[in-house]
């Protein structure tokens, strides 16, 4: 059994906490998508319990093939796949926000689970903190 | 001519889409850009619509934000036109004055 390296030595953990984080703009026009992404980063780095939902323009940020090169902005949505690297794994798009999109699960760039008004509003109810984007 | 007007919201979002058509006499243009081109696609619960403002107006769409939101030409509802950035410029030239409707 190797030493354990400086880094990983006795340093307490805080509590883990319930952390969701609602999505609810479109990716490119406002800052709200990728401040929220850089915000989850930081919980994920802190290992907390992090839940993601996707619901009204929010769906908009995880559609495939985007592609900004003529807008000169950065393409950020590759970022939410790496987010099973970082153990955040709950994902959700809300039913009714991706059908009054003309949008289904194929058109999305990472695996979610869908889940109706009604069961967005349970999970809402389950959490510690609720970040709103 | 006539006028035209642009719009940079999202019609799911914000109103700036009805206003702009509450207030276009016919024969003015729309022209869609930024958070404005979610209006553009079909199958949408706001492209009926769109497709009924096509009646009365030219409708424009902006290709480089529709491609940044991961959509293509496909995606686009049959009767727009979709413009690059010097089409965007003529558009500009072509119409007598611009409302940008934010």
Same mark, same amino acid.
């Given at each position: 059994?190797?030493?354990?390296?400086?880094?990983e030595?006795?340093e307490?953990?805080?509590?883990?906490?319930?952390?969701m984080?609602?999505n609810?703009r479109?990716p490119?026009?406002?800052i709200? #998508?990728l401040?929220?992404?850089?915000?989850?980063l930081i919980?994920? #780095?802190?290992e907390?319990?992090v839940?993601?939902?996707?619901m009204?323009d929010g =769906?908009?940020?995880i559609?495939? %093939?985007q592609? $900004?090169? #003529?807008?000169? =902005?950065?393409?950020?949505?590759? $970022?939410?796949?790496a +987010?099973?690297?970082y153990?955040?794994?709950k994902?959700?798009v809300?039913?009714?926000?991706l059908e009054?999109?003309? +949008?289904?699960?194929d058109?999305? !760039?990472?695996?979610?689970?869908? !889940?109706?008004k009604d069961?967005?509003?349970? +999970?809402?109810? %389950?959490?510690?903190v !609720?970040?709103?984007? | 001519?006539?006028?035209l007007?642009?719009?940079?919201k999202?019609?799911? *979002?914000?109103?700036? &889409?009805?206003?702009?058509?509450?207030h276009?006499?016919?024969g003015?243009? @729309? &022209?869609? @850009?930024?958070?404005?081109?979610?209006?553009?696609?079909?199958?949408?619960?706001?492209?009926?619509?769109?497709?009924a403002?096509?009646?009365?107006?030219? @409708?424009y769409?902006l290709?480089?934000?529709v491609?940044?939101?991961?959509?293509?030409?496909k995606?686009? @509802?049959?009767? &727009? *036109?979709v413009?690059?950035?010097?089409?965007?410029?003529d558009?500009?030239?072509?119409?007598?004055?611009?409302?940008?409707?934010?």
């Open positions: 059994m190797a030493e354990p390296e400086p880094w030595d006795d307490p953990q805080g509590p883990v906490r319930k952390f984080y609602v609810r479109a490119y026009g406002t709200y #998508a401040e929220s992404l850089e915000v989850v919980a994920a #780095a802190f907390q319990d839940t993601l939902v996707f009204d =769906v908009y940020q559609k495939k %093939e592609n $900004t090169d #003529a807008i000169g =902005v950065k393409n950020f949505s590759p $970022t939410y796949r +987010l099973e690297g153990d955040v794994e994902l959700y809300e039913k009714e926000s009054s999109r003309g +949008l289904t699960t058109d999305l !760039i990472v695996p979610v689970q869908v !889940i109706d069961q967005v509003a349970e +999970l809402m109810e %389950e959490q510690e !609720i970040l709103s984007f | 001519m006539a006028m007007h642009t719009v940079n999202s019609p799911f *979002e914000r109103r700036a &889409l009805d206003s702009a058509l509450r276009a006499v016919k003015a243009g @729309i &022209l869609l @850009i930024e958070d404005g081109v979610y209006a553009a696609f079909d199958g949408t619960v706001v492209s009926a619509k769109v497709k403002a096509l009646t009365d107006h030219k @409708i769409v290709g480089p934000d491609n940044a939101r991961g959509m293509t030409e995606n686009v @509802i049959d009767g &727009l *036109e413009v690059d950035y010097g089409g965007f410029v558009l500009v030239t072509e119409y007598d004055k611009v409302q940008a409707w934010l």
